[in-house]
């Protein structure tokens, strides 16, 4: 709209000019709203995890839980043993659904114009929504009942084998779904030349598609391992926690969030001080893989060199 | 270096450093072989206590003790399911309980006392209270701290006019076992509206997990009042109070009031029914009415567990549990739990004798 | 960069993978994989249901009109309490992070200048994963605080004649719990929202533009009407989300299990509840929680088709006007 000095003088137009501004105005605040939980989460994890984050943040385990101003060596401790978990964790998980949610992607991308192929779509969706503590009591029911008939050793129900099965449970879905995306993305043309020198159907998929999606499939991954380290509710009842570290697939192990939920809720200040450390490092995680994955989203442009 | 390049760098370092953490953890490399692990799973009431003894016994014998506090009611179900090692627990098996886990032994490993905690900003350790008291204040029929019935106990405070902020356990707990054991007794109205027992349908309050989740609640809330095991609230010096007991004193909970609390205590034997033992409002002049034992819930014959359960794994078990309630008293004290009677000790030294694996005794 | 198999494989095996046989090999491979997770899926709802059998064969219908939850023989276990905690706090969440999540999406794609929107828009989605634990821990240490020393008081003197304000404020209660709710739910609120906005054809922007609308007017007459299925759906799908929500909850809600009208009681969700007890729960019990589980997932699943179908009638619509 074009500058009118005479436009000022006539009052329901400024009117109108002002209902603008103010929700240009509004709208900014809902940001700001929007925005301030988030700083106010980053700068109190910053407070409160800053003393524990020391040398032994990394590399030391649980401390008996004390308070500084009574006990005089009060160890601050670490949560080394989260750590490891947590990498076990999501590494074991990751192995198994990279690839399971990428080939079923592949599938209903490639393959799947038809009922098996929409049923696959509408089901992994389904899945997707399936509350992370449900998947949790499904596998803690599972393994028992296998423990119950003798297929598998009981103390099995708490272990890394099946906090990996349920991350992976979680994980399944959105790779494959953010893989058949990606997948979709890939201009026809780019698999109709392929074929039309004469590459074979699977390995136009495996050559030329996967790698124009990469940068897609990547981003799935990543979203799907961010969302597996921070999920808590599910571990609880399969993990389970261990104050040492790793100690075999078929033990107990400790994870981040856990960490982050039973000693956050205590009275202990140096167990409340890994906690909020915890808390950070978390969150700095999850933040370090948003960026890289939006990176490798904007570098779609250079990878493959397709142009749309 | 291309991207893919790059990314298969990366992928490959990051196998590689969880592998090697994996190992320098487990003992992979040339630690000799992988040690000993017992998982147990219970009740938060002792767990400062087995928290230190996990430590302190790693240190001596490099078994490694994985115990989560879960609340007893989680460590009788576990054990139930063979799904940990041994459980633990304040609150003694029911009949019922009993008859799903057959075998299963008491051995207290410890005792301790549940305080009445408050955060009252200008109010020291030892307010006097007495059960009916407590209960009404857990029924929410005293709301306000400056009640009457709390104010002629406390002549000499100066109790604030504010709303208390109830605080109990929203887990299956045997410190609230222990706490609605004391109400019932002392409370007729508590005994016939809410009971006693793990789990219970609190008239008011706020639900926290474990006693951890209790102390903490009070501790970030003024005003609040909950109950807490005594290591919990020495921890975190917060403030409890001196409960009037079946002498008629006021006794502020500690070493000597709870270890005084267990001296009459007849004990049954180990393989039998404990589903009556209560040290709740013991008679003596200096015993804290609000006291109870612990139990480790261990089977009799380990062999139930199938094949996780070895020779070796047995006797480590064992080992344990006896150094436990040997060597393991030492460090009782400063975290304010009274060492063993001597014959709880000699009980518990027989029941111990009781474990088999494949039939052979372990001690 | 390429793998050459020249090195790893014979000939004759490397003429028989690179011509026709490797294809339908792929493609059955791939079925079955895809096939594969079809058959987690009926995994996970048969285990659920042979878990939850006792339980539905021990109440039938009574567990979802029960309020009762008590395990001491003999047994009674009801839902009402954990139906209605969930529906209040999303209901919470909903009431204050749709408005919110509204006006970010016309700020990031109406109002914003080009060169904020992209930060914008990523620090919004970072709120998005942010783990649910340390939303409730930072509920436990600030927000509930906050709640109970300012926010509450000034609802209470304001509005204490409502039911819904009653009793003494504690922090950690169903408010609470929807407030963190509903900054949970923002970022998919505002992600779907701005979608649904961004697809309405600039042909209706024109023509509002042309008759002398301003921004804002444009925004409200032409666009935000068009896009009202895409946000309802959007709403819906934040609701899918809330539905689910376990740890936030369980740690600001005050864990007790009754029905009250008051925000500031305490109150229980259905997947607060399974986590608190489910470890510690005797079999018939445990069944009664896996049949509450049940409860949830169709509550979650039936949320989330509702949603789908909304969104895509948002495209759909969308492509019908050119």
Redesign the interface.
């Known amino acids: 709209m074009t500058f009118h000095p005479m436009r000022f003088l006539i009052d329901r137009d400024a009117r109108r000019r002002l209902k603008d501004r103010l929700a240009q105005v509004a709208t900014f605040l809902c940001v700001v709203i929007a925005l301030i939980p988030l700083g106010s989460i980053l700068v109190t994890a910053v407070a409160r995890g800053a003393a524990a984050i020391g040398p032994g943040f990394f590399t030391d385990s649980l401390p008996p839980p004390c308070n500084p101003d009574v006990t005089p060596n009060c160890p601050t401790g670490g949560i080394a043993n989260a750590i490891q978990g947590t990498l076990i964790l999501v590494a074991l998980a990751a192995g198994i659904s990279l690839p399971v949610g990428v080939l079923a992607g592949v599938y209903v991308s490639e393959y799947g114009a038809n009922r098996i192929g929409r049923s696959v779509r509408f089901f992994t969706d389904v899945m997707t929504n399936i509350p992370s503590i449900v998947i949790g009591i499904f596998v803690y029911t599972l393994f028992l009942e296998l423990g119950v008939l003798g297929w598998v050793d009981r103390g099995l129900v708490f272990s890394a084998t099946t906090g990996a099965i349920a991350l992976s449970t979680i994980m399944i879905p959105i790779v494959a779904r953010t893989s058949e995306e990606a997948l979709k993305l890939v201009p026809v043309a780019v698999r109709e030349a392929a074929l039309a020198l004469g590459v074979p159907k699977y390995r136009t998929i495996l050559r030329v598609v996967l790698s124009t999606a990469r940068s897609g499939l990547v981003t799935g991954a990543l979203l799907a391992i961010a969302r597996a380290a921070g999920e808590t509710a599910p571990l609880i009842m399969t993990a389970f926690g261990n104050p040492f570290g790793f100690q075999g697939l078929d033990q107990p192990v400790e994870a981040m969030p856990r960490i982050i939920f039973v000693y956050g809720i205590t009275p202990f200040p140096n167990w409340q001080a890994l906690a909020w450390g915890a808390a950070l490092v978390l969150v700095l995680i999850s933040l370090l893989i948003s960026i890289a994955s939006r990176l490798v989203l904007r570098s779609r442009f250079s990878i493959g060199g397709v142009h749309r | 270096m ?4 790059l ?1 298969i760098a990366i992928g490959a370092v ?2 590689v ?2 592998i090697i ?2 190992g ?3 003992g992979w490399f040339g630690g000799g072989p ?2 000993i ?1 017992l ?1 147990g ?1 219970g009740a938060t009431f002792p ?2 206590l087995i ?2 003894w ?2 302190e016994y ?1 240190a001596r014998t490099g078994v ?1 003790i ?3 506090s ?2 007893s ?6 054990i ?6 041994f459980g633990a627990s304040d609150a003694p098996l029911t009949a ?2 009993r008859a ?1 886990a057959p075998g299963l032994l008491h051995i207290p490993e410890t005792l301790g006392a549940v305080t009445f905690v408050y955060n009252l900003p200008s109010i020291a350790s030892g307010l006097n209270l007495t059960g009916s008291v407590i209960a009404d204040i857990f029924l929410c029929r005293i709301t306000r701290w400056n009640h009457a019935n709390i104010a002629t106990l406390n002549p000499s405070r100066s109790l604030p006019d504010r ?1 208390i ?1 109830v605080v109990h356990r ?3 707990s045997g410190t609230t076992f222990v706490w609605t054991d004391y109400l019932s007794k002392l409370s007729p109205t508590w005994a016939s509206q809410v009971g006693k ?1 793990k ?1 219970v ?2 008239p008011c ?6 006693n ?2 209790v ?7 003024p005003y609040a009042a909950g109950y807490v095991e005594l290591a ?1 609230a ?5 403030t409890y109070g001196a409960v009037k007991n079946a002498a008629g004193n006021f006794v502020l909970p500690s070493l000597n009031s709870t270890a005084a609390a267990a001296v009459a205590a007849i004990l049954p034997n180990g393989e039998d029914s404990w589903t009556n033992v209560s040290i709740v409002n013991a008679p003596g002049a200096l015993s804290y009415p609000i006291a109870s034992f612990t139990y480790l819930l261990v089977y009799r014959e380990l062999n139930v ?4 359960m070895t020779q070796v794994k047995a006797k480590a078990l064992v080992d344990f549990v006896w150094w436990v309630v040997h060597d393991g008293q030492a460090f009782s004290s400063a975290l304010l739990y009274p060492p063993l009677p001597a014959s709880v000790l000699g009980a518990d030294e027989r029941t111990i004798g009781l474990i088999t694996f494949n039939g052979q005794a372990l001690r | 960069m390429r793998l050459s198999l020249k090195g790893l494989v014979p000939a004759r095996l490397r003429r028989w993978l690179g011509g026709a046989p490797g294809d339908p090999l792929f493609h059955l491979l791939t079925e079955v994989v895809a096939l594969g997770i079809l058959a987690l899926l009926a995994a996970i709802v048969i285990v659920l249901f042979v878990g939850a059998g006792e339980a539905m064969r021990a109440f039938g219908p009574r567990f979802l009109t029960g309020s009762v939850w008590d395990p001491t023989p003999p047994e009674e276990f009801g839902a009402v309490p954990f139906v209605y905690g969930t529906l209040v706090t999303s209901a919470v969440a909903l009431l204050l992070g749709v408005p919110v999540s509204l006006g970010i999406a016309i700020f990031l794609s109406e109002q914003a200048p080009p060169w904020i929107r992209t930060p914008l828009t990523f620090l919004v989605e970072v709120l998005a994963a942010v783990p649910s634990v340390v939303y409730g821990l930072w509920g436990i240490f600030v927000l509930a605080p906050g709640m109970r020393d300012t926010v509450e008081p000034a609802l209470q003197s304001v509005f204490g004649f409502l039911p819904l304000f009653h009793g003494t404020p504690f922090g950690l209660d169903k408010l609470t719990a929807g407030v963190i709710l509903a900054i949970m739910v923002i970022p998919t609120i505002s992600a779907v929202s701005r979608e649904a906005l961004l697809a309405v054809p600039d042909s209706q922007r024109e023509a509002a533009l042309s008759l002398g609308a301003t921004r804002w007017e444009t925004t409200r007459l032409a666009v935000l009407r068009y896009a009202r299925s895409g946000i309802f759906g959007a709403t819906i799908l934040g609701l899918g989300r809330a539905v689910g929500e376990t740890m936030a909850v369980t740690m600001t809600i005050g864990n007790r299990n009754i029905v009250s009208v008051s925000l500031l009681d305490q109150g229980q969700t259905i997947a607060s509840w399974i986590a608190n007890n489910f470890t510690e729960a005797q079999p018939l019990e445990v069944s009664a929680l896996i049949e509450l589980g049940l409860v949830l997932m169709l509550l979650a699943l039936v949320i989330n088709v509702v949603a789908r179908l909304l969104v895509l009638r948002m495209f759909r619509v969308a492509e019908g006007v050119r």
């Open positions: 291309n991207r893919r390049t990314y990051a196998v450093a969880v953490g994996a320098a953890l487990t992988p040690p692990t998982v799973a767990y400062p928290s230190k996990s430590i790693h490694q994985n115990y989560q879960i609340g009611g989680g460590g009788i179900q576990q139930t399911a063979k799904t940990v090692d019922t309980e799903a709303d902020f929203s887990d299956g027992g789990s349908n609190w309050g706020l639900g926290a997990k474990g951890e989740g102390a903490g609640v009070v501790a970030g809330n919990y020495e921890i975190q010096r917060m567990f199938g094949a996780s």
